[in-house]
């Protein structure tokens, strides 16, 4: 079950990460009528819920555990 495991490491690692880096979100609004349209663009950094990266972590952590135990088996 190596594979488990290093599906647990990148699960951790995305936890982690995911607590100190925020995702960028783009936005367009505009108007369009007829050839001519006028818009702008709009971009926040937004942070995922420390609850969503701890569940990431603990998920992470289980699956390198379950990984682990079945090999020696």
């Known amino acids: 079950m190596r594979v488990l495991f290093w599906v647990g490491i990148v699960a951790l690692l995305l936890g982690i990460a995911s607590l ?39 998920g992470g952590i289980g699956m390198m555990i379950a990984g682990s135990r079945a090999r020696r088996s």
Do not use: C, M, W
């Open 20 to 58: 100190f880096i925020p995702l960028p979100h783009t936005e367009t609004h505009g108007v369009k009528a007829g050839d001519v349209s006028i818009g702008i663009q709009t971009q926040e950094k937004e942070r995922i819920s420390p609850i969503l990266s701890g569940i990431l972590i603990a």
